[in-house]
């Protein structure tokens, strides 16, 4: 039989995304977008063209029934033209530290994926959900 978790203890695995990228100030946390194919992962050094950074609010998060989806505004004026690939999620204090990578269709999804440098770029949904329900 596979392991079942409670609703409790999947708010806290999903919650812990925010707990790790804050953890060391909320002032330090960065989206950022990059065109090109996302990297095999967040060790591997970033590919692409950086368009936009977007500073991420203090509570960028919020988990409920073991999903988190974002919290806030989530928006900034793109640096750079280009079409957006992929993201990273970094805590800036420091040496930058990848912890989450994905792409712009379905694990983050922007307003707009062909991205003119200065237009406005905002992330209408992002989400994970934690197994074993």
């Excluded at 640096?79 to 690939?85: D, F, K, L, Q, V």
């Excluded at 994926?113 to 200065?118: E, G, L, N, V």
């Amino acid at each position: 039989m596979a392991f079942q978790y409670g609703v409790a203890l999947r708010n806290a695995q999903v919650s812990q995304i925010q707990t790790t990228v804050a953890a060391a100030g909320t002032s330090n946390m960065q989206l950022r977008i990059y065109s090109g194919a996302e990297p095999a992962d967040c060790g591997t050094t970033a590919s692409g063209t950086l368009l936009a950074t977007i500073v991420l609010p203090a509570s960028f998060l919020t988990s409920s029934g073991g999903t988190t989806t974002l919290a806030g505004t989530w928006s900034v004026a793109a640096s750079t033209t280009g079409t957006a690939g992929y993201f990273r999620i970094y805590d800036m204090a420091g040496t930058p530290v990848c912890h989450v990578q994905g792409n712009v269709t379905t694990d983050l999804v922007l307003n707009n994926t062909s991205i003119t440098a200065t237009q406005t770029v905002s992330v209408t949904t992002f989400g994970v959900t934690a197994g074993n329900a």
